[in-house]
């Protein structure tokens, strides 16, 4: 890999270990120093490298430099400390003397416990994913800003009130206590939720997929099922519903970068690695005796990667629908379910209900009102695609629309 090339990619993998290292090492109190340490990291690699060549080992030496940036800037504190108040005997931050703990497990555990720590309830749901894609995922605050729709500005102060958050409470990175796991657990799955949606949709930057979104959401939600007490059924099945999603990503957009419906995309590039992932994690999540909305979503997810177009499958999907909203509403989920019902009863049934969702903001439920009037009643099918055109904001979602004017018209 180029030397460009290598520094940027260390820093979306490295960023977020060192952090939930030294941020677990110092506390909340010294959250901004864990960063500034990490980011000092990567800027003496970024001056060194070019003069010195790329070290045989480039992640320990990142390691290294982040151990000694952190002993160095404890050593000066504990003397200026000492200089302030002579009787001072220890200071407030950990001892100079405590060694910095890179090993791999310690990682592993630093950034479990900080995922927690990060979704405490007290914590706004905007301001954990926010907190997540920072600390645990290594964005930068520009792209946070992008994925929210909003300048850097608003992200910084969104993190800086949850952060103040995190040491008014005296939030500790440590796993939650048995009997707090699954209130705390539900928290974190609904952060990794809403990461991989923010991905598998996205408006930013004119992109409407955003697979590093994806993919680290999915990372996150692996530890989890890696570790004993955060490894359970609703885990596995968050985890087998992106698996299975991720599975079509190659599929979801053609040559061109219009987006390509379900009934459209190429089988013959579907992952199928990822498809028996998610099938594994879907029969790991069959060992509780309560069903979750993921689980009812995977079920959802997993009949969508059997491209036959039969009855079977469509009710199937149907009742998996009906469950999905008696558990948990969604407008989103109750299109979707329109959709199904299309290709189960018929487009005429489906009409009905689609009419009674009244979703007049979304622009996805006017591509479907076009496609149910298509060849029922082609001026209403032209009518609601002209709806969704001027409601998409990404350009993929507008060729996809304009196409199917066309193909009207």
């Known amino acids: 890999m180029e ?19 030294l941020c677990k090492h110092f506390g909340f109190d010294q959250i901004e120093t864990a960063e500034d340490l990490a980011s000092e990291t ?26 000694n940036n952190a002993k160095n800037y404890l050593h000066r504190h504990s003397i200026f400390d000492k200089k ?12 100079v003397e405590t060694e910095i703990d890179m090993s791999e497990k310690n990682i592993n555990d630093s950034q479990l416990q900080m995922m927690f720590a990060i979704c405490h309830p007290s914590i706004p749901a905007e301001a954990q994913v926010g907190l997540s894609l920072r600390i645990l995922c290594g964005f930068g605050i520009e792209e946070i800003a992008d994925a929210f729709l909003t300048n850097k500005e608003n992200i910084n102060k969104r993190l800086f009130r949850a952060k103040e958050k995190l040491r008014e409470e005296k939030i500790r990175i440590e796993l939650p206590a048995p009997l707090e796991i699954d209130e705390r657990l539900a928290t974190v799955l609904t952060t990794i939720y809403l990461l991989f949606n923010e991905g598998y949709y996205s408006v930013s930057n004119d992109q409407t997929l955003r697979k590093d979104f994806c993919f680290e959401a999915m990372r996150l939600c692996k530890m989890l099922t890696e570790n004993k007490i955060s490894n359970k059924p609703e ?23 219009e987006l390509v419906l379900y009934e459209e995309q190429d089988e013959s590039i579907w992952d199928k690695e990822l498809i028996e992932r998610g099938a594994y994690y879907l029969h790991q999540s069959t060992t509780g005796n309560k069903v979750s909305k993921y689980h009812i979503e995977a079920s959802i997810a997993y009949w969508h990667t059997i491209k036959a177009d039969t009855i079977e499958k469509w009710e199937n999907i149907l009742q998996l629908y009906n469950q999905l909203l008696q558990i948990e509403y969604s407008p989103i989920a109750a299109l979707n379910r329109t959709y199904a019902l299309s290709k189960a009863n018929g487009k005429k ?3 009905i209900e689609a009419e009674k969702l009244n979703l007049f903001d979304n622009h996805f439920y006017f591509m479907l009102l076009g496609e149910l009037y298509s060849g029922i009643d082609d001026e209403k099918a032209k009518q609601n ?9 990404t350009q993929p979602d507008k060729m996809s629309i304009q196409k199917r004017i066309d193909k009207l018209k």
């Open 3 to 21: 030397q460009q090339e290598l520094i940027p990619n260390l820093f979306r993998t490295e960023y977020r270990k060192i952090v939930s290292v």
């Open 42 to 67: 990567f800027l003496t690699a970024a001056q060194t490298w070019p003069l010195n060549g790329i070290p045989p080992n480039p992640v320990a030496w990142l390691y290294t430099v982040a151990k």
């Open 84 to 95: 302030l108040v002579p009787e001072l005997k220890k200071s407030s931050l950990v001892s």
């Open 235 to 257: 885990v596995s099945a968050l985890l087998a519903l992106m698996c299975f999603h991720a599975s079509r990503f190659d599929a979801r957009f053609n040559k061109n970068g």
């Open 349 to 351: 049934a489906a009409i």
């Open 385 to 393: 695609f002209f709806r969704a055109l001027s409601l998409a904001k």
